[in-house]
């Protein structure tokens, strides 16, 4: 069972940003932390018919009440998190394939490969979708050939599509005799 | 005459028109009509006041430092125009809005009434 801590850093090693550059945002907040401090709250509007007798009537502590902690910290909490929502996070527990450059997939597409053929589809596709995210080239290397067939490199809707329709090479026959119509 | 109002508006206001009415001839009965809050002034923290007819707003970074001073001018106030109704023999009357209305009313009547029976109606 993976504990806490186990969880967490998987949490957070999952966990990626579209667009990073947004987290200096954060830099900020301590502008906003003064700024909400120095600003008073608004002033309540009161109606007062006997304004008159008010002029000229100083409360002799003019400093203005203070923005209550629990209200400067719930706005902060709120910037915060609007800065992070801004950064695009992306949470993805499976780390397939991160990175900047091109994705080159090198399948095993044999016919042994046939038995799970699905979860090799499915694993390709997960790659893909990360790739698709940060529109990566991608170059599909299918080794069960007579020579490995390298694609050029294909955009990854491209690929997409190209792993669909793979299937893996049919296996010969066992009989010895009939190999040499048989191309795996 | 009756006159009920929250006698709020400037002295000077009030005396020239409660004069031209003594002139008149009319024997006055004020009812000073008070709102509580505008007695108690129970307003507290940072707050803009407004009156629908003033331009003018005033704010208060906190108000219930004020609270004292301000009772101070507003009963100095009522007891500016209760001055000027006792100079000229009128009845002056308060009633607060929190509470019941018949007991200004009773008070009224037996204001009116007393005139009345002084007179020999």
Not at chain 2, 21 to 46: C, K, N, T, W
Not at chain 2, 73 to 92: C, M, N, Q, T
Not at chain 2, 113 to 119: F, I, P, W
């Amino acid at each position: 069972m993976p504990s806490f801590a186990g969880l967490l850093t998987g949490l957070i090693s999952g966990l990626s940003f579209g667009a990073p550059y947004l987290l200096y945002a954060l830099i900020g907040l301590p502008i906003i932390y003064w700024l909400l401090r120095v600003t008073p709250p608004a002033p309540k509007r009161i109606v007062f018919p006997p304004l008159r007798l008010l002029f000229g009537l100083k409360s002799s502590e003019e400093t203005p009440a203070r923005t209550p902690w629990w209200l400067l910290l719930l706005r902060l909490i709120a910037a915060a998190l609007a800065i992070l929502a801004l950064a695009e996070p992306l949470y993805d527990p499976t780390p397939v394939a991160r990175g900047a450059g091109p994705l080159v997939l090198v399948v095993d597409n044999g016919w042994t490969s046939a038995a799970q053929w699905q979860t090799r589809q499915a694993a390709m596709n997960r790659a893909l979708t990360g790739a698709t995210r940060d529109n990566r080239p991608v170059l599909i290397v299918a080794t069960a050939e007579n020579a490995p067939v390298i694609t050029q490199f294909l955009d990854p809707g491209k690929a997409l599509q190209t792993v669909t329709d793979m299937t893996p090479r049919r296996g010969c026959p066992i009989a010895p005799r009939h190999w040499r119509n048989c191309r795996p | 005459m009756v006159w009920a109002s929250d006698f709020l508006q400037p002295l000077d206001e009030i005396e020239a028109h409660m004069k031209s009415l003594a002139y008149s001839g009319a024997h006055g009965y004020l009812v000073q009509i008070i709102d509580p809050a505008e007695e108690d002034f129970p307003f507290m923290g940072r707050a803009r006041f407004e009156a629908h007819t003033i331009r003018d707003t005033t704010i208060l970074g906190r108000a219930e430092m004020v609270r004292t001073s301000y009772r101070q001018r507003y009963d100095a106030h009522a007891e500016a125009v209760k001055e000027l109704a006792r100079r000229l023999g009128w009845v002056f009357l308060r009633h607060r809005t929190d509470r019941p209305p018949g007991t200004a009313l009773i008070a009224l009547y037996g204001a009116l009434g007393g005139a009345r029976a002084q007179r020999g109606f």
